[in-house]
């Protein structure tokens, strides 16, 4: 009988990547003024928390899930667990609030790192003459110095009582050597949130020459559980751009899925199986009012929400699936198998080439038999063709699946 890990319930995750979110502030407008020294007057300083709350209730009400940036310290304007100056504590509190009832429960919160602008200096907390984005793109940044800047920036998430999953790359921030950057997320995760499998977001393969888009796999250890996984997004900001005024930035929705549901990146990747996952900005979802990304937004998830096999994932659980398929060890048995995890998984899903229909369980508890694999949820177990798939919560240990 062979043995394979099927996609999560047998459908293909997609996920939503939103950057440059940040409480109050509209991060473009702080960037662009320190970045070029222009003035920036004519961008709105705020993204207001009314616009927060509808796209998240839209999105909540459409089923959208995937990461959201929480810069912590944007354009080194201050922390946002002490406050910001220039914005009242009430502000910034009631935009930390309304993410935590609205967004989290389907999105992760994650730093941007620090400011998203200069780095900071750890000892006094004012910004240095390099940039995130800019210098700690170019060199590796060696993990003694990594690890703890990177949990800085955790460290301020916790202080709103927010246990960030992963974390986000401001542009290119540490691409240049993606291994150490793993093992520092990795370290400050488990130091700040006693968090051994968190993810970083810093790839971007848009293209359809670009190898397909699959999270990748970092330090994994079979014997402790801990891992780290690259979230990788499959589309450009094909939305409206990252600055937010920027009329050349606003892209069609065709790009990402036509409106016959045949065409544009999406679907390419859907058929391929491969993890479907656009990324924008949000001051381009804002749009200085105007909401041009995220009604293009609006389209596309309209669009994509009519295809059979998606499952709307947060990044972290698409982290956690992968790392699951890479830590765990299957082994045949007269009837089934046994898994043995260093880790859980919700609705790991299984195939079973060949095997019979019937009383099928996992350690003793049996599984609910639906009409196809596509029907598949947590507990339950489906006939395609001569294969048996079957899906349920995963534990860590050992784990029995058989007739
Ligand atoms: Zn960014």
Known sequence: MKISIENPLCRVPVAMILDDACPVVNLSHFWIKLRHKVSTDDMPVEIPVSFLRKFAEWCLEHGVKGKFSYVPMPGGLGTIDLGLPGFSKARVDEWIDATKELIRPNWDLTPEMITHCKVVDLSDWTMTEEWEQGEWAQRPIPFEQLAPYIAAALRILHNCDIAAEGVTSPGAFQKVDLDNYA??????????????????????????????????????????????????????????????????????????????????????????????????????????????????????????????????????????????????????????????????????????????????????????????????ESGTWAKDGDDIVLAFDLEEGKTTIGL
Request: include cysteine; aromatic fraction near 10%.
């Open 183 to 376: 093992a520092s997320v990795l370290w400050a995760s488990k130091e700040v949130n006693g968090n051994p499998r968190p993810f970083l977001f810093c790839e971007v393969y848009d293209e359809d020459s670009d190898p397909l888009p699959y999270p990748k796999v970092y330090h994994p250890d079979k014997r402790t559980g801990e891992c780290c996984v690259g979230i990788i997004a499959g589309t450009g900001d094909w939305f409206a751009g990252w600055e937010g005024n920027n009329r050349e930035a606003v892209h069609s929705p065709d790009l990402c899925i036509t409106e016959d549901l045949q065409g544009g990146r999406m679907p390419r990747l859907i058929a391929a199986g491969c993890p479907a996952i656009m990324v924008s900005h949000w001051p381009g979802f804002y749009f200085q009012g105007e909401e041009i990304g995220f009604n293009i937004f609006k389209t596309v998830v309209e669009r994509l929400n009519q295809l059979p096999n998606i499952l709307w994932m947060k990044t972290s659980e698409i982290a956690h699936y992968w790392m699951a398929r890479e830590m765990v060890d299957i082994a045949e048995t007269a009837d089934g198998c046994t898994i043995t995890s260093p880790m859980p998984c919700e609705r790991f899903t299984l195939r079973l080439a060949g095997a019979k229909p019937g009383k099928w369980a996992v350690n003793g508890k049996p599984l609910r038999e639906v009409a196809e694999p596509l029907a598949l």
